[in-house]
């Protein structure tokens, strides 16, 4: 039997069909804004049912943990007078005001440059904590673009993919890249998306992301990233960072995995217009052909809910 004119047992397309159907099956049944297990709120996404946050680790703890952290800025910030940040996937603008807060405290004179992509802004946006609300409210009084308290801030409202083509001449210190889970969301995970974000990257900026997915460390690792696991926060496996002035510091089991299994392969989008479930079909065939290739052993399938959702 043929599948996007390639050959495959009936097995082998069912192997297929399966595993594309879990992977665009809702996270959670829940609708709407929601109590995190930390006590601050997130909003559940009504049509990939995903939250925008961590249900278990918490908002604020995802935003810090997952992305502020690991990005380096927290170090910049104390001895740099300008912070240029790129954020895919604004969302309720957590990770931004989250940033911009902590940050502040650091250096209440540090200058920020931050562009954001968003497809669709959401209808509900729950509040942040306190601490955040004045930042928060800022952004989003502002919306999309403005330049006020030392910070210059632009939203690029529309698909990443095609927004993205707009941008030049800009050097971010850090990309928090947070789309949903990349099996559920994949136009934002492919190697030509995340070709174009290096473009929009300092030689010593760091890339950060929740996910630890296959397809992606393969494709970030294609472009000349050096890659690490950034800590667990609230599951099992932690996310990805990446930059390209740094080396590969991954665990050799981690390694391994990258180098071996069928579905470390990058989504692949090459006039960055394909549909999504395009993306998905495309990848999860080649993978089945490495599977065979590899003589039909089982490996390790990645996880259905690879992303930021109910970890
Ligand atoms: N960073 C956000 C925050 O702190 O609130 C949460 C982001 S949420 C996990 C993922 C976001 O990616 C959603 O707001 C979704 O609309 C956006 N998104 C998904 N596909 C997109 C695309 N093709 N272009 C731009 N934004 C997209």
């Known amino acids: 039997m043929r599948l996007r004119g390639i050959e495959l047992s009936e097995k082998g397309i069912r192997a297929v069909l399966t595993e594309?159907?879990?992977?665009?099956?809702?996270?959670?049944?829940?609708?709407?804004?929601?109590?995190?297990?930390?006590?601050?709120?997130?909003?559940?996404?009504?049509?990939?049912?995903?939250?925008?946050?961590?249900?278990?680790?918490?908002?604020?703890?995802?935003?810090?943990?997952?992305?502020?952290?690991?990005?380096?800025?927290?170090?910049?910030?104390?001895h740099q007078r300008e912070i240029t940040l790129l954020d895919i996937g604004f969302g309720l603008g957590y990770n931004v005001a989250v940033a911009i807060k902590k940050l502040r405290e650091i250096n209440p004179k540090v200058q920020f440059r931050v562009i954001s992509f968003e497809k669709e802004l959401p209808q509900v946006v729950p509040p942040l904590p306190d601490e955040f609300k004045a930042l928060h409210r800022l952004l989003w009084d502002n919306l999309p673009e403005f330049e006020k308290n030392g910070i210059s801030f632009k939203l690029y409202l529309g698909d990443a993919r095609e927004k993205i083509l707009e941008v030049s001449e800009f050097y971010a210190h850090a990309v928090f890249h947070d789309g949903f889970s990349p099996y559920r969301n994949p136009e934002l995970w492919s190697l030509q998306f995340l070709s174009q974000v290096k473009r929009l990257m300092d030689q010593k900026g760091v890339w950060v992301s929740y996910t630890s997915s296959l397809p992606i460390r393969k494709a970030l690792r294609q472009l000349g990233f050096g890659i690490f696991s950034t800590r667990s926060v609230g599951r099992k496996r932690g996310g990805t960072g990446a930059c390209l002035s740094c080396e590969d510091l991954l665990s050799p089991e981690e390694k391994l995995k990258l180098e071996t299994s069928p579905y470390a392969i990058p989504f692949l989008d090459p006039e960055l217009k394909s549909k999504p479930i395009e993306i998905l079909i495309d990848y999860r065939v080649r993978v089945e052909l490495l599977k065979v290739a590899q003589g039909g052993v089982e490996p390790p399938t990645p996880r259905f809910s690879a992303g930021c959702s109910t970890n």
């Open 20 to 78: 594309l159907k879990a992977w665009l099956s809702p996270s959670i049944r829940a609708k709407g804004v929601l109590q995190t297990q930390a006590g601050d709120y997130t909003l559940i996404h009504p049509t990939y049912g995903e939250p925008y946050h961590s249900v278990f680790a918490g908002s604020v703890r995802e935003c810090l943990e997952k992305f502020l952290e690991p990005s380096g800025l927290l170090n910049k910030a104390s």
